[in-house]
T-cell receptor
């Protein structure tokens, strides 16, 4: 019963470095999402994938790219990390259009 | 952009008390969701509401979708220590996009035993 698995759980980067956050779900869900959570601001949608082969921008996509590698996996890439991207990143999956199952997050600090 | 207002921001309650929190929006939304998040974990979906006026329960939790489609409340009856966490509302199903759900800033609940 893994659900949604995110790796890594923690990461520290220097400004300008690149990084890919991995997400995999084992529930055969069509939809997958990437959110970021900053203190006092709730969760904000970065990108989503309604189905394998499609991706779309959310509320805060600048500075990020995504890849829906297959139905199970949805990765988030920071090409040139900036301190403003310090946050907790959550991946979610769903069989509906709304986010149902979340991973436990990746805590990313950029110095 | 769109904003959701959740109130209260935080609350301390005694074990056994009932809890009420709400979520309001300036725009109409067709789907209202309630989540709970515990420290170090991702949010867990508690209740989903799809119809104006709908009242839905999940154990000790009850949520209602407002008639105007601009608000919702969540009630927790007979609170217990494990109810501690942050409760988020989220809305979607507007013209901004089917998959683009907006989250509120949360109500932080602390239960005193």
């Amino acid at each position: 019963n893994a659900g949604v698995t995110q790796t890594p759980k923690f990461q520290v980067l220097k400004t300008g470095q690149s990084m890919t956050l991995q997400c995999a779900q084992d529930m055969n869900h069509n939809s997958m999402y990437w959110y970021r959570q900053d203190p006092g601001m709730g969760l904000r949608l970065i990108y989503y994938s309604a189905s394998e082969g499609t991706t779309d921008k959310g509320e805060v996509p600048n500075g990020y790219n995504v890849s829906r590698l297959n139905k199970r996996e949805f990765s988030l890439r920071l090409e040139s990390a900036a301190p403003s991207q310090t946050s907790v990143y959550f991946c979610a999956s769903s069989e509906l259009a709304q986010p149902q199952h979340f991973g436990d997050g990746t805590r990313l600090s950029i110095l | 952009g769109q904003q959701l207002n959740q109130s209260p921001q935080s609350m301390f309650i005694q074990e056994g008390e009932d809890v009420s929190m709400n979520c309001t929006s300036s725009s109409i939304f067709n789907t209202w969701l309630w989540y709970k998040q515990e420290p170090g974990e991702g949010p867990v979906l508690l209740i989903a509401l799809y119809k104006a006026g709908e009242l839905t329960s999940n154990g000790r939790l009850t949520a209602q979708f407002g008639i105007t489609r601009k608000d919702s409340f969540l009630n927790i009856s007979a609170s217990i220590p494990s109810d501690v966490g942050i409760y988020f509302c989220a809305v979607g199903g507007s013209t901004s996009g089917t998959y683009k759900y907006i989250f509120g800033t949360g109500t932080r609940l602390k239960v005193l035993a």
